[in-house]
């Protein structure tokens, strides 16, 4: 089965800090990853679409000076959170896009990055 | 606005039941109906998936209902386990798009 990884599973940080989150398709190769943001009980939000590259797509409100996202490979994808600040504490999660055939498309979720900003 | 509504919000089963979740759709341009479960602290696992060319598909205990006319889909587990006890989301996306839109999550708790 396809498979996604995240990098840290967890962290903590310092307000003001930067932190970086990896995603990788293991056994297959993503054109397009998501990022998702979840907070507790809650349904997961996307964040952005990024496209191996080309520069990510944005949902709206979401600021992409803050969460930079770097689609580096067919393979990885990065989200940096800058200056982190304790309102950005939440569950991240990536998923990486498999198209199959007569165009449609499977997406695999990675184990997700819980981030706590003090 | 939330183009895919999910019922229940929660749902308690006992264990050997059977555990139904509803989810309506607006757009009738979707055409992937995939639903995912999540346990606390990990990332969404994908379940089962349909498609509107079928009206239902089975996958061990897990079965999608499709009533196309209705825009509803349904996820049912059949002999509900204690190992089911997740959050489930259903989602939808159209033919060619890969993003996902998703249901707000029922979270189903099977008692021993």
């Known amino acids: 089965g396809a498979v996604v990884s995240q990098h840290p599973s967890r962290v903590i940080c310092k307000s003001g800090t930067s932190v970086k989150i990896e995603c990788r398709s293991l056994?297959?190769?993503?054109?397009?990853m998501f990022w998702y943001r979840q907070f507790p009980k809650q349904s997961l939000m996307l964040m952005a679409t990024?496209?191996?590259?080309?520069?990510?797509?944005?949902e709206q409100g979401v600021e992409k000076d803050k969460f930079l996202i770097n689609h580096a490979s067919l393979t990885l994808s990065t989200l940096t959170v800058t200056s982190a600040h304790p309102e950005d504490s939440s569950f991240y999660i990536c998923?990486?896009?498999?198209?199959?055939?007569?165009?449609?498309?499977?997406?695999?979720f990675g184990p997700g990055t819980r981030l706590t900003v003090l | 606005q939330q183009q895919v509504k999910q019922s229940p919000q929660s749902l308690i089963v006992q264990k050997g039941g059977i555990s139904i979740i509803n989810c309506a759709y607006e757009n009738t341009a979707f055409d992937y109906f995939p639903w995912y479960q999540q346990f606390p602290g990990k990332g969404p696992a994908l379940l089962i998936a349909?498609?509107?060319?079928?009206s239902e598909k089975k996958e061990g205990r897990f079965t999608i209902s499709f009533n196309k006319s209705a825009k509803q889909f349904s996820l049912h587990i059949m002999d509900s386990q204690p190992g089911d006890s997740a959050t489930y989301f259903c989602a939808a996306s159209m033919l060619g798009y890969s993003t996902l839109t998703f249901g707000k999550g029922t979270m189903l708790l099977v008692s021993p």
């Open positions: 349909i498609r509107p060319d079928v």
């Open positions: 998923s990486a896009n498999i198209r199959q055939g007569g165009s449609y498309n499977e997406q695999f």
């Open positions: 056994d297959f190769q993503a054109t397009t």
């Open positions: 990024s496209n191996e590259g080309s520069k990510a797509t944005y």
